[in-house]
């Protein structure tokens, strides 16, 4: 059994930062790639970021130069660095990764963790 859990979501005012952190656990043969994605209320999922085994990364045009995804092969683990946040980036925040397990290849998901910029 794969698990994301998430961490890192708070209250933060406009102009300042956090960093969400994703640690996967589990039978874990290798993974993949990396998806951050949120959601506001009232709107789609969208893609925030991705890193791919290597460290290609990409990220949405609304956080490019703000957020930056990494990832720590070692611990399963990856991060958004998110500065200079916005109140238009409220969301619920979820990461996701494609992951090779003993029991083959899957995407999984995280349960989310809530950023809230006030103005």
């Known amino acids: 059994q794969v698990q994301l859990v998430e961490s890192g979501g708070d209250l933060v005012q406009a102009g300042g930062s956090l960093m969400l952190s994703c640690s996967a656990s589990g039978s874990i043969v290798s993974i993949n790639t990396m998806y951050w994605f949120r959601q506001a209320p009232g709107k789609f999922r969208e893609l925030v970021a991705s890193?791919?085994?290597?460290?290609?990364?990409n990220y949405a045009d609304s956080v490019k130069g703000r957020f930056t995804i990494s990832r720590d092969n070692a611990k399963n683990a990856f991060y958004l660095q998110m500065n200079s946040l916005k109140p238009e980036d409220t969301a619920v925040y979820y990461c996701?990764?494609?992951?090779?397990?003993?029991?083959?290849?899957?995407?999984?998901w995280g349960q989310g963790t809530q950023v809230t910029v006030s103005s």
């Open positions: 996701s990764a494609h992951i090779t397990s003993m029991l083959g290849a899957n995407n999984y």
């Open positions: 890193i791919i085994s290597g460290s290609t990364t």
